[in-house]
Protein backbone atom coordinates (compact mmCIF):
# COMPACT_ATOMS: atom_id res chain seq x y z
CA UNK A 1 0.00 0.00 0.00
CA UNK A 2 1.08 3.49 -0.61
CA UNK A 3 0.71 6.61 1.11
CA UNK A 4 0.05 9.78 -1.11
CA UNK A 5 1.18 12.97 0.79
CA UNK A 6 -1.24 15.64 1.37
CA UNK A 7 -0.05 18.56 -0.18
CA UNK A 8 -0.74 20.49 3.19
CA UNK A 9 1.66 18.56 4.99
CA UNK A 10 5.39 18.91 5.39
CA UNK A 11 7.75 17.22 3.60
CA UNK A 12 9.29 14.28 5.65
CA UNK A 13 12.86 13.82 6.15
CA UNK A 14 14.55 10.36 5.07
CA UNK A 15 15.04 8.85 7.95
CA UNK A 16 15.92 4.55 7.87
CA UNK A 17 13.63 1.92 6.95
CA UNK A 18 12.61 -0.87 9.68
CA UNK A 19 15.28 -3.11 7.53
CA UNK A 20 18.00 -0.78 7.96
CA UNK A 21 16.89 0.01 11.80
CA UNK A 22 17.20 -4.15 12.60
CA UNK A 23 20.47 -3.90 10.23
CA UNK A 24 22.43 -1.07 12.10
CA UNK A 25 21.35 -2.93 15.63
CA UNK A 26 22.72 -6.06 14.78
CA UNK A 27 25.56 -4.64 13.38
CA UNK A 28 26.40 -2.84 17.20
CA UNK A 29 25.66 -5.88 18.61
CA UNK A 30 28.02 -7.96 16.82
CA UNK A 31 30.82 -5.65 17.23
CA UNK A 32 29.80 -5.34 20.71
CA UNK A 33 31.19 -9.09 20.93
CA UNK A 34 34.78 -7.58 20.39
CA UNK A 35 34.53 -5.32 23.46
CA UNK A 36 34.29 -6.44 27.26
CA UNK A 37 30.56 -5.04 27.64
CA UNK A 38 28.65 -8.11 28.63
CA UNK A 39 25.41 -6.39 27.88
CA UNK A 40 24.96 -5.13 23.77
CA UNK A 41 23.08 -2.25 23.82
CA UNK A 42 19.11 -3.00 23.07
CA UNK A 43 17.76 0.73 21.69
CA UNK A 44 18.65 2.55 18.49
CA UNK A 45 20.17 5.71 19.49
CA UNK A 46 17.76 8.84 18.00
CA UNK A 47 18.01 12.74 18.58
CA UNK A 48 14.75 14.12 20.50
CA UNK A 49 14.13 15.56 17.23
CA UNK A 50 13.77 11.86 15.90
CA UNK A 51 11.62 11.12 18.56
CA UNK A 52 8.11 10.64 17.30
CA UNK A 53 8.65 11.04 13.91
CA UNK A 54 7.14 8.60 11.94
CA UNK A 55 9.74 6.88 9.57
CA UNK A 56 10.19 6.02 5.80
CA UNK A 57 8.60 2.50 5.36
CA UNK A 58 10.62 -0.87 5.25
CA UNK A 59 11.74 -2.55 2.55
CA UNK A 60 12.27 -5.59 3.88
CA UNK A 61 12.74 -7.18 7.79
CA UNK A 62 16.53 -9.80 7.36
CA UNK A 63 15.54 -12.91 6.04
CA UNK A 64 14.98 -15.24 8.90
CA UNK A 65 16.07 -18.25 7.33
CA UNK A 66 16.59 -20.70 9.87
CA UNK A 67 18.97 -23.61 8.13
CA UNK A 68 21.03 -26.02 9.86
CA UNK A 69 22.29 -28.10 7.52
CA UNK A 70 25.61 -27.28 7.51
CA UNK A 71 27.58 -25.12 10.00
CA UNK A 72 30.81 -24.09 9.99
CA UNK A 73 33.10 -22.25 12.23
CA UNK A 74 32.99 -18.74 10.95
CA UNK A 75 32.68 -15.88 12.57
CA UNK A 76 29.81 -15.12 14.58
CA UNK A 77 26.85 -15.50 12.04
CA UNK A 78 24.96 -11.79 11.30
CA UNK A 79 21.80 -11.40 9.71
CA UNK A 80 21.85 -10.34 6.08
CA UNK A 81 19.76 -8.18 4.27
CA UNK A 82 18.00 -7.28 1.35
CA UNK A 83 19.34 -4.37 -0.85
CA UNK A 84 17.88 -1.21 0.26
CA UNK A 85 15.03 0.03 -2.16
CA UNK A 86 13.30 3.32 -1.77
CA UNK A 87 9.93 3.52 -0.30
CA UNK A 88 7.12 5.70 0.33
CA UNK A 89 7.57 7.12 3.47
CA UNK A 90 5.36 8.51 6.73
CA UNK A 91 5.05 12.07 7.26
CA UNK A 92 7.00 13.30 9.83
CA UNK A 93 4.56 14.44 12.83
CA UNK A 94 5.82 15.93 15.72
CA UNK A 95 4.46 17.56 19.23
CA UNK A 96 5.65 20.13 21.74
CA UNK A 97 8.67 18.57 23.72
CA UNK A 98 8.08 20.41 26.83
CA UNK A 99 7.65 17.72 29.12
CA UNK A 100 10.37 16.56 31.59
CA UNK A 101 10.76 13.15 30.45
CA UNK A 102 13.35 12.78 33.42
CA UNK A 103 10.44 12.25 35.32
CA UNK A 104 9.61 8.56 35.43
CA UNK A 105 5.83 6.90 35.72
CA UNK A 106 4.02 4.10 36.35
CA UNK A 107 1.42 3.91 33.86
CA UNK A 108 -1.62 1.73 34.25
CA UNK A 109 -2.09 -1.00 31.74
CA UNK A 110 -5.49 -3.37 32.71
CA UNK A 111 -5.40 -2.77 36.46
CA UNK A 112 -1.60 -3.08 37.19
CA UNK A 113 1.27 -1.04 35.84
CA UNK A 114 3.93 -1.65 32.65
CA UNK A 115 6.72 -2.15 34.89
CA UNK A 116 6.28 -6.26 36.15
CA UNK A 117 8.51 -8.84 37.26
CA UNK A 118 8.72 -11.96 35.22
CA UNK A 119 7.96 -14.95 37.01
CA UNK A 120 11.27 -17.37 38.43
CA UNK A 121 13.24 -19.32 35.81
CA UNK A 122 15.67 -21.62 38.04
CA UNK A 123 18.65 -22.79 35.76
CA UNK A 124 21.05 -25.44 36.06
CA UNK A 125 24.56 -24.31 35.36
CA UNK A 126 27.19 -26.65 33.60
CA UNK A 127 30.13 -24.29 33.86
CA UNK A 128 29.80 -21.50 37.12
CA UNK A 129 33.11 -19.94 35.73
CA UNK A 130 31.78 -19.08 32.41
CA UNK A 131 31.36 -15.11 32.26
CA UNK A 132 28.04 -13.96 31.54
CA UNK A 133 25.27 -11.24 32.20
CA UNK A 134 22.97 -13.42 32.44
CA UNK A 135 23.06 -15.78 36.11
CA UNK A 136 23.67 -19.10 35.41
CA UNK A 137 22.76 -21.12 38.78
CA UNK A 138 22.74 -24.63 40.64
CA UNK A 139 19.99 -26.40 40.66
CA UNK A 140 19.03 -25.63 44.44
CA UNK A 141 19.07 -21.96 43.09
CA UNK A 142 16.68 -19.67 41.33
CA UNK A 143 16.77 -16.11 39.80
CA UNK A 144 14.05 -13.83 38.79
CA UNK A 145 14.89 -11.94 35.82
CA UNK A 146 13.42 -8.16 35.56
CA UNK A 147 13.12 -5.09 33.24
CA UNK A 148 13.39 -2.15 36.17
CA UNK A 149 12.11 0.32 33.72
CA UNK A 150 8.78 1.40 33.92
CA UNK A 151 6.63 3.44 31.01
CA UNK A 152 7.05 7.07 30.77
CA UNK A 153 3.55 8.56 31.41
CA UNK A 154 4.05 11.94 29.76
CA UNK A 155 5.58 10.29 26.73
CA UNK A 156 2.81 7.23 26.07
CA UNK A 157 0.22 10.66 26.50
CA UNK A 158 2.31 12.77 23.54
CA UNK A 159 3.00 9.12 21.56
CA UNK A 160 -1.23 8.76 21.94
CA UNK A 161 -1.85 12.31 21.11
CA UNK A 162 0.22 12.08 17.88
CA UNK A 163 -1.64 8.48 16.91
CA UNK A 164 -4.81 10.65 17.35
CA UNK A 165 -3.66 13.66 15.51
CA UNK A 166 -2.70 11.26 12.08
CA UNK A 167 -4.17 9.83 9.30
CA UNK A 168 -6.68 7.17 9.85
CA UNK A 169 -4.72 4.92 6.81
CA UNK A 170 -1.27 6.04 8.19
CA UNK A 171 -2.09 4.97 11.24
CA UNK A 172 -3.89 1.81 11.12
CA UNK A 173 -2.65 1.50 7.30
CA UNK A 174 0.68 -0.91 5.79
CA UNK A 175 3.05 -0.47 3.01
CA UNK A 176 3.75 -2.00 0.26
CA UNK A 177 6.01 -4.40 2.03
CA UNK A 178 3.16 -5.14 4.71
CA UNK A 179 4.73 -2.87 7.51
CA UNK A 180 2.69 -0.92 9.80
CA UNK A 181 3.46 2.32 12.07
CA UNK A 182 3.82 -0.56 15.13
CA UNK A 183 6.64 -2.43 13.29
CA UNK A 184 8.64 0.48 12.34
CA UNK A 185 8.52 2.03 16.07
CA UNK A 186 8.95 -1.66 17.26
CA UNK A 187 12.66 -1.74 15.30
CA UNK A 188 13.33 1.73 16.41
CA UNK A 189 13.29 0.52 20.11
CA UNK A 190 10.34 3.37 20.99
CA UNK A 191 8.84 1.64 24.05
CA UNK A 192 5.76 4.20 24.37
CA UNK A 193 5.38 5.39 20.69
CA UNK A 194 5.06 1.22 19.89
CA UNK A 195 2.66 1.30 22.92
CA UNK A 196 0.00 3.60 21.47
CA UNK A 197 0.51 2.56 18.01
CA UNK A 198 -0.51 -1.20 18.85
CA UNK A 199 -3.14 0.23 21.58
CA UNK A 200 -4.77 1.75 18.08
CA UNK A 201 -4.12 -1.61 16.09
CA UNK A 202 -5.80 -3.57 19.07
CA UNK A 203 -8.80 -1.41 18.82
CA UNK A 204 -8.92 -2.08 14.89
CA UNK A 205 -8.26 -5.78 15.25
CA UNK A 206 -4.77 -5.20 13.54
CA UNK A 207 -1.99 -5.66 16.29
CA UNK A 208 -0.94 -8.96 14.38
CA UNK A 209 -0.80 -7.59 10.75
CA UNK A 210 1.81 -9.11 9.13
CA UNK A 211 4.66 -7.47 6.88
CA UNK A 212 5.76 -9.33 3.74
CA UNK A 213 7.50 -12.22 5.61
CA UNK A 214 5.18 -12.79 7.65
CA UNK A 215 6.66 -11.09 10.70
CA UNK A 216 4.01 -9.56 13.42
CA UNK A 217 5.41 -6.63 15.43
CA UNK A 218 5.75 -8.94 18.30
CA UNK A 219 8.29 -11.07 15.77
CA UNK A 220 10.62 -7.88 15.05
CA UNK A 221 10.12 -6.75 18.41
CA UNK A 222 12.06 -10.25 19.23
CA UNK A 223 14.52 -9.53 16.10
CA UNK A 224 15.23 -6.42 18.01
CA UNK A 225 15.63 -7.81 21.30
CA UNK A 226 13.21 -5.42 22.71
CA UNK A 227 12.12 -7.46 26.05
CA UNK A 228 9.70 -4.56 27.17
CA UNK A 229 8.12 -3.97 23.89
CA UNK A 230 7.59 -7.69 23.71
CA UNK A 231 5.90 -7.59 27.45
CA UNK A 232 3.85 -4.83 26.14
CA UNK A 233 2.63 -6.25 23.15
CA UNK A 234 1.94 -9.63 25.04
CA UNK A 235 -0.03 -7.74 27.85
CA UNK A 236 -2.39 -6.07 24.94
CA UNK A 237 -3.32 -9.20 23.75
CA UNK A 238 -0.92 -10.45 20.72
CA UNK A 239 -0.39 -13.79 19.42
CA UNK A 240 1.98 -15.16 21.35
CA UNK A 241 2.43 -17.90 18.83
CA UNK A 242 1.93 -16.58 15.73
CA UNK A 243 4.83 -17.24 13.09
CA UNK A 244 6.17 -16.20 9.79
CA UNK A 245 6.70 -17.69 6.46
CA UNK A 246 9.22 -19.79 7.57
CA UNK A 247 7.05 -21.16 10.59
CA UNK A 248 8.82 -19.56 13.31
CA UNK A 249 7.56 -18.33 16.50
CA UNK A 250 8.76 -15.64 18.59
CA UNK A 251 9.95 -18.93 20.73
CA UNK A 252 12.37 -19.80 17.71
CA UNK A 253 14.03 -16.92 17.35
CA UNK A 254 14.55 -15.10 20.73
CA UNK A 255 15.96 -19.02 21.35
CA UNK A 256 18.01 -18.44 17.82
CA UNK A 257 19.62 -15.25 18.50
CA UNK A 258 20.05 -16.40 22.03
CA UNK A 259 18.30 -13.50 23.72
CA UNK A 260 17.69 -14.10 27.97
CA UNK A 261 15.74 -11.36 28.29
CA UNK A 262 13.30 -11.46 25.36
CA UNK A 263 13.11 -15.17 26.05
CA UNK A 264 11.87 -14.52 29.58
CA UNK A 265 9.30 -12.15 29.03
CA UNK A 266 7.50 -14.76 26.11
CA UNK A 267 7.53 -17.79 28.79
CA UNK A 268 6.06 -15.60 31.44
CA UNK A 269 3.05 -15.89 29.39
CA UNK A 270 2.73 -19.50 29.89
CA UNK A 271 0.32 -21.71 29.42
CA UNK A 272 -0.54 -19.99 26.50
CA UNK A 273 3.28 -20.56 24.71
CA UNK A 274 3.85 -23.59 22.22
CA UNK A 275 7.25 -24.84 23.94
CA UNK A 276 6.94 -28.10 21.08
CA UNK A 277 5.80 -25.63 18.12
CA UNK A 278 7.70 -26.37 14.98
CA UNK A 279 9.26 -24.31 12.12
CA UNK A 280 9.01 -25.05 8.59
CA UNK A 281 12.65 -26.91 9.18
CA UNK A 282 10.75 -29.27 11.81
CA UNK A 283 12.59 -27.73 15.29
CA UNK A 284 10.99 -26.88 17.78
CA UNK A 285 12.46 -24.09 19.93
CA UNK A 286 14.77 -25.63 22.01
CA UNK A 287 16.74 -27.46 18.91
CA UNK A 288 16.85 -23.97 18.16
CA UNK A 289 19.12 -22.97 20.47
CA UNK A 290 21.08 -26.27 20.88
CA UNK A 291 22.46 -25.29 17.16
CA UNK A 292 22.64 -21.44 18.10
CA UNK A 293 24.83 -22.74 21.23
CA UNK A 294 26.83 -25.14 18.63
CA UNK A 295 27.74 -21.93 16.16
CA UNK A 296 29.12 -19.53 19.07
CA UNK A 297 30.94 -22.62 20.40
CA UNK A 298 32.45 -23.13 17.12
CA UNK A 299 33.33 -19.44 16.50
CA UNK A 300 34.69 -19.22 19.93
CA UNK A 301 36.75 -22.29 19.87
CA UNK A 302 38.54 -21.17 16.24
CA UNK A 303 39.34 -17.57 17.82
CA UNK A 304 40.87 -19.48 20.77
CA UNK A 305 38.88 -19.37 23.20
CA UNK A 306 39.64 -15.66 24.34
CA UNK A 307 37.07 -13.67 22.88
CA UNK A 308 34.83 -12.23 26.17
CA UNK A 309 32.30 -11.32 23.71
CA UNK A 310 32.03 -14.46 22.28
CA UNK A 311 32.00 -16.20 25.99
CA UNK A 312 29.52 -13.71 27.07
CA UNK A 313 27.20 -14.79 24.06
CA UNK A 314 27.94 -18.96 24.36
CA UNK A 315 26.84 -17.96 27.95
CA UNK A 316 23.46 -16.19 27.00
CA UNK A 317 22.50 -19.24 24.55
CA UNK A 318 23.39 -21.90 27.14
CA UNK A 319 20.68 -19.94 29.23
CA UNK A 320 18.03 -20.12 26.46
CA UNK A 321 18.76 -24.08 26.89
CA UNK A 322 18.35 -23.93 29.97
CA UNK A 323 15.57 -21.41 30.39
CA UNK A 324 13.07 -23.46 28.16
CA UNK A 325 13.76 -26.80 29.46
CA UNK A 326 13.10 -25.25 32.97
CA UNK A 327 9.51 -24.16 31.65
CA UNK A 328 9.17 -27.44 29.91
CA UNK A 329 10.35 -28.07 26.37
CA UNK A 330 11.09 -31.65 26.79
CA UNK A 331 14.22 -33.28 25.62
CA UNK A 332 12.98 -36.45 23.75
CA UNK A 333 11.60 -34.40 20.89
CA UNK A 334 13.01 -35.23 17.45
CA UNK A 335 13.79 -33.05 14.58
CA UNK A 336 11.12 -33.96 11.72
CA UNK A 337 13.18 -33.99 9.21
CA UNK A 338 16.64 -35.89 10.76
CA UNK A 339 15.06 -37.47 13.96
CA UNK A 340 17.78 -35.73 16.17
CA UNK A 341 17.43 -34.91 19.44
CA UNK A 342 19.67 -31.73 21.20
CA UNK A 343 21.70 -34.45 22.70
CA UNK A 344 22.56 -35.97 18.71
CA UNK A 345 22.73 -31.96 17.76
CA UNK A 346 25.05 -30.92 20.61
CA UNK A 347 27.45 -34.26 19.95
CA UNK A 348 27.61 -33.96 16.02
CA UNK A 349 29.20 -30.55 15.99
CA UNK A 350 31.53 -31.55 19.05
CA UNK A 351 30.12 -28.80 21.30
CA UNK A 352 31.40 -30.46 24.64
CA UNK A 353 29.46 -27.62 27.06
CA UNK A 354 26.08 -29.02 25.92
CA UNK A 355 27.24 -31.81 25.85
CA UNK A 356 28.13 -32.02 29.93
CA UNK A 357 24.82 -30.01 30.34
CA UNK A 358 22.31 -31.90 28.97
CA UNK A 359 23.97 -34.88 30.25
CA UNK A 360 23.96 -33.76 33.82
CA UNK A 361 20.19 -33.44 33.74
CA UNK A 362 18.63 -35.77 36.38
CA UNK A 363 16.42 -37.75 33.63
CA UNK A 364 14.29 -41.46 34.65
CA UNK A 365 14.89 -42.61 32.02
CA UNK A 366 18.41 -41.32 31.00
CA UNK A 367 19.79 -44.36 29.54
CA UNK A 368 16.60 -44.45 26.76
CA UNK A 369 17.66 -40.53 25.95
CA UNK A 370 21.31 -41.59 25.46
CA UNK A 371 20.26 -44.23 23.44
CA UNK A 372 17.41 -42.61 20.96
CA UNK A 373 18.52 -42.96 17.13
CA UNK A 374 18.18 -40.44 14.70
CA UNK A 375 17.96 -42.49 11.09
CA UNK A 376 19.67 -45.43 12.71
CA UNK A 377 22.80 -43.42 14.18
CA UNK A 378 22.84 -43.25 18.03
CA UNK A 379 24.70 -40.06 20.10
CA UNK A 380 27.66 -42.24 20.32
CA UNK A 381 28.01 -43.32 16.79
CA UNK A 382 27.79 -39.49 16.04
CA UNK A 383 30.89 -38.97 18.70
CA UNK A 384 32.16 -41.83 17.04
CA UNK A 385 32.72 -40.06 13.70
CA UNK A 386 34.60 -36.99 15.57
CA UNK A 387 37.14 -37.52 13.98
CA UNK A 388 39.61 -34.95 15.16
CA UNK A 389 37.71 -33.27 17.19
CA UNK A 390 39.78 -32.69 20.70
CA UNK A 391 36.64 -33.49 22.86
CA UNK A 392 35.62 -36.49 20.63
CA UNK A 393 37.09 -38.91 24.05
CA UNK A 394 35.60 -36.82 26.49
CA UNK A 395 32.11 -37.49 24.92
CA UNK A 396 32.30 -40.80 24.18
CA UNK A 397 33.23 -41.60 27.89
CA UNK A 398 30.03 -39.19 29.04
CA UNK A 399 28.07 -40.72 26.89
CA UNK A 400 29.15 -44.17 27.74
CA UNK A 401 28.96 -43.24 31.91
CA UNK A 402 25.44 -42.12 31.00
CA UNK A 403 24.35 -45.96 29.66
CA UNK A 404 25.11 -45.32 25.91
CA UNK A 405 25.30 -49.31 24.14
CA UNK A 406 28.30 -49.13 22.37
CA UNK A 407 26.74 -52.89 20.80
CA UNK A 408 24.01 -51.02 19.36
CA UNK A 409 24.10 -51.25 15.48
CA UNK A 410 23.19 -48.48 13.01
CA UNK A 411 21.28 -48.98 9.59
CA UNK A 412 24.10 -49.70 7.92
CA UNK A 413 25.11 -52.50 10.76
CA UNK A 414 27.69 -50.80 12.21
CA UNK A 415 28.74 -50.40 15.59
CA UNK A 416 30.54 -47.30 16.92
CA UNK A 417 33.74 -48.74 17.53
CA UNK A 418 33.11 -49.47 13.40
CA UNK A 419 33.00 -45.68 12.51
CA UNK A 420 35.92 -44.71 14.68
CA UNK A 421 39.16 -42.86 13.07
CA UNK A 422 42.29 -45.26 11.98
CA UNK A 423 45.29 -44.79 13.12
CA UNK A 424 46.67 -45.16 17.42
CA UNK A 425 44.12 -42.67 19.14
CA UNK A 426 41.09 -44.62 17.24
CA UNK A 427 42.87 -48.07 18.07
CA UNK A 428 42.57 -46.85 21.93
CA UNK A 429 38.98 -45.48 21.64
CA UNK A 430 37.65 -48.44 19.98
CA UNK A 431 39.27 -50.40 22.92
CA UNK A 432 37.69 -48.50 25.42
CA UNK A 433 34.35 -49.41 23.71
CA UNK A 434 35.32 -53.05 23.77
CA UNK A 435 35.68 -52.71 27.26
CA UNK A 436 32.43 -51.31 28.15
CA UNK A 437 30.78 -53.27 25.74
CA UNK A 438 32.09 -56.78 27.14
CA UNK A 439 31.41 -55.18 30.73
CA UNK A 440 27.42 -54.34 29.51
CA UNK A 441 27.51 -58.22 28.57
CA UNK A 442 29.01 -59.30 31.81
CA UNK A 443 26.20 -57.33 33.91
CA UNK A 444 23.53 -58.92 31.20
CA UNK A 445 24.61 -62.07 32.01
CA UNK A 446 24.80 -61.97 36.03
CA UNK A 447 21.23 -60.51 35.66
CA UNK A 448 20.11 -63.48 33.65
CA UNK A 449 21.28 -65.68 36.15
CA UNK A 450 20.22 -64.18 38.93
Not at 139 to 157: C, H, I, N, R, V
Not at 297 to 308: E, T, V, Y
Amino acid sequence: MHFDKSPKEKPCCTLPTVKKLLEEKRRRETSSTASTSPVPPNTVTLSSSELFACTGASSSYSDMAVSYEHWTSAPEPTLSYYTSHPGPSYPAYSLPMTSDYGTQQQVPVFGDTISQTYQECPMTVTDPSMASPWPLLGPSQTTQLSFGSSMDATKLEEARMLLNGMDYTRATGQDEDGDTILHIYTAKGLRECAFAAAEKLRDVGRLDAKEHKGKTALLVAVTANQPEIVQDLLSLGTDINACDVKGQTALHLAAHYGFPGVLQAILSSRPAINLEARNFEGMTPLHCAAISHSVTMKALSASGMADIGLQSKAAEKLSCVQMLLNAGATLLSQEIKSNKTVLHLAVKEGNIDLVRYLLRIPLPNMKDFVNMKAHGHTALHMAAGLHGNPHQEEILRLLLSRGADPSIRNLENDQPAHLLQSGPQGEQLKLMLKKRSASRRSKMSLQDQE
